[in-house]
């Protein structure tokens, strides 16, 4: 079955679901918010970056530490 998770709103959403997304063998996209909303892009220490390419790295390390 191919997936696509619905991460529309904050960063915290976002790197979850690229986590989800890293061990699923048919996920297609990751749905993302482009909007500079700060409360969007704060609510976690380490906002996740978009590249010029629209790829994101899934993030690495300990937890999604919030503000």
Excluded at 35 to 42: A, G
Aim: proline share 9%.
């Amino acid at each position: 079955m191919d997936v696509c998770p619905h991460a529309w709103l904050t960063d915290l959403l976002s790197a979850a679901s690229l986590h989800v997304n890293a061990i699923l063998e048919r996920s297609l996209f990751l749905e993302y918010n482009v909007c500079d909303n700060p409360m969007l892009r704060e609510i976690i220490r380490n906002p996740v970056p978009m590249d010029k390419d629209g790829m994101m790295p899934v993030p690495q390390g300990r937890g999604w530490a919030s503000r």
